[in-house]
Each structure stands twice: as structure tokens, then as C-alpha cells.
């Protein structure tokens, strides 16, 4: 496999190991799959190990799956079938996140071969800690959509007639933005960020620290001639409490975004930005 060149080196470092792993993987072995375990909000919380059957080709969901079909531990226990999200399952709706191995990612682009390529291996799937657990794998990522409305990540175009034609935009400017725009709200971001923790308290939201990926939209739809009509808005958000100066740069959330998208570039873009508009209403008493 020849790597992107274009990819970072934790990026690289990761599909090397993945692409030999995928080499020696043999089709029909068995595998354990270690599911962390919880039947509801407030209830205790189990492991339990399955075995199953890999196809070549199998991802995560498919191993969901097959254990959903026959609920049966590797030690022989009946059990209930195990709870998670999906949607698209071609990673664009960011609804299947988990930790896989210890570090978050999509399950549905996740393939067996690459982490347990060798008869009896083990593959660890938990929820992501920095929500609240519905149950099993399957969270509830409500904070993560109000942080959006916090920094209003959309274009003001509401109305009930047309107005015309958009302003134009330069291709380097499109470029540029595009890979912001892949953003799916899937959470890696949050689930790797020291600084966002699971906060059960909703009156707490608004003051607690945003997250790199609302600030990432943030800059997106304030380098758009329309969005940034709303950019004031933004940067108020961002200045205040929970906002971009929560941010403690530990950079793990550029190390696990699956879009490959600058989050650090963004969120300096966004500190700059704010730094501006603070001093700009200062001096003009605004």
C-alpha cells in the first residue's frame, strides 16, 4: 500500500500499520470482541467478551451484527444484543463512534484486518466517556449539536422568497474551506480533548469549554461572504466563558479527526480572531 503523501505523520504512521496488519489477516479466523457493557443510565456497568467469525472485508458493525444475531457470550452465556449507533455506515453521518482499542473512531470504516489480524485476537469497544451513556454502545451527543447552536454554525439565509445569486468565492478560498466542511459531528474530537468532560448538568453547557469542532465551524462560516454576518456573534461566544481561551492545546483532537481536518489550525485562526474583536469593541466602546 503507498501512502497519500499527503497525509500527516500520525496518519501515515497509523495506515502502515494497518496495511500489514491487512496483509496478514486470514479470512474465516476467530476473534474476541470485549464490549463494555450498560443496560441504561445509572446502571452498573459489565464486561462481556464474544466470538465471532471474520470475513475478509468485515468492519465493526458487521461483528455488532453477527453477535446480534446469536446474543451468546464466548463462555457460553445467553445475553441481550448489544445496543449502537449507525447510520450511513460509509462514514459522512458520524453517528457510530466508540472507543475502538482505546482510541475513538468510526466503527463502520473500522476493519477487522486491521486490528486483529491474527486468530484469537482481541478487539476492545467502549462508549465514548464524554457522554452520556443510553445504553451499551449507543450515546447521547445532544451537548455536542447545542455547541453548534452556541456559535451559530450555519449561513443566514432564512427567508420565504429568492435572493439571488450568492457572493462569489475564489477557488483557493474553497479549497481551503472545503476540508472544514467535512466535518460530521461524530465526537472523536471530544472524546480525545482533556479539556471537554462529560457534563451532566445542562445549565452548565453554555459555560463549559465548546470543543474543537465548534470552533472549527465557527471559522468556517465566518470566512463565508454570508455567514460572516453572524461573525460578531460568534467571536462574543467564543471570548467568553467555555469559549476558544478554554482550550489547553493538547492537540488530540487533530490526532483522531477521521476527516484529517486542522482542528489546532482553526482553533488559532478562531484565538486570533477573537483577540481582534475584543480589542476592536474596547476601542470603540461597543
Not at 461573525?231 to 471570548?239: E, M, N, Q, V
Request: proline share 6%; aromatic share 6%; hydrophobic share 35%.
Amino acid at each position: 500500500m503507498t501512502t497519500a503523501p499527503h497525509l500527516p505523520p500520525h496518519a501515515a504512521e497509523a495506515a502502515r500499520i494497518a496495511a500489514a496488519n491487512r496483509a496478514r489477516a486470514v479470512p474465516g479466523r476467530k476473534v474476541y470482541v470485549k464490549v463494555f457493557r450498560c443496560d441504561g443510565p445509572g446502571k452498573p456497568s459489565r464486561w462481556e467478551t464474544f466470538q465471532v467469525t471474520v470475513e475478509r472485508g468485515s468492519n465493526v458493525i458487521s461483528m455488532l451484527q453477527q453477535i446480534a444475531a446469536n446474543p451468546v457470550t464466548a463462555d457460553g452465556k445467553k445475553t441481550t444484543p448489544v445496543v449502537w449507533d449507525s447510520g450511513c455506515l460509509e462514514e459522512v453521518c458520524g453517528a457510530c463512534t466508540m472507543v475502538i482499542n482505546g482510541k475513538a473512531r468510526q466503527s463502520c470504516s473500522c476493519l477487522i484486518d486491521d486490528y486483529a489480524p491474527a486468530e484469537g485476537d482481541t478487539i476492545t469497544l467502549e462508549p465514548m466517556s464524554k457522554f452520556p451513556v443510553v445504553r451499551d454502545l449507543w450515546v447521547d451527543r445532544s451537548r455536542l449539536f447545542h455547541n453548534l447552536k452556541r456559535v451559530k454554525a450555519w449561513v443566514p439565509i432564512d427567508g420565504t422568497y429568492s435572493l439571488g445569486s450568492g457572493p462569489t468565492e475564489s477557488p483557493e478560498s474553497q479549497e481551503q474551506r472545503y476540508v472544514m466542511s467535512t466535518c460530521m459531528s461524530c465526537g472523536c474530537c471530544l472524546e480525545a480533548c482533556p479539556q471537554f468532560n462529560l457534563e451532566p448538568d445542562e445549565s452548565a453547557w453554555d459555560t463549559s469549554f465548546i470543543g474543537a469542532h465548534a470552533i472549527n465551524q465557527a471559522r468556517l462560516f465566518n470566512e463565508h461572504e454570508t455567514g460572516k454576518r453572524l461573525k460578531a456573534d460568534r467571536l462574543d461566544t467564543l471570548a467568553a466563558a467555555g469559549g476558544v481561551n478554554d482550550c489547553g492545546n493538547a492537540q488530540n483532537c487533530v490526532k483522531v479527526c477521521p476527516k484529517l481536518i486542522p482542528l489546532t489550525e482553526s482553533i488559532a485562526v478562531i484565538g486570533r480572531a477573537v483577540t481582534i474583536h475584543a480589542f476592536s469593541k474596547w476601542f470603540s466602546g461597543r
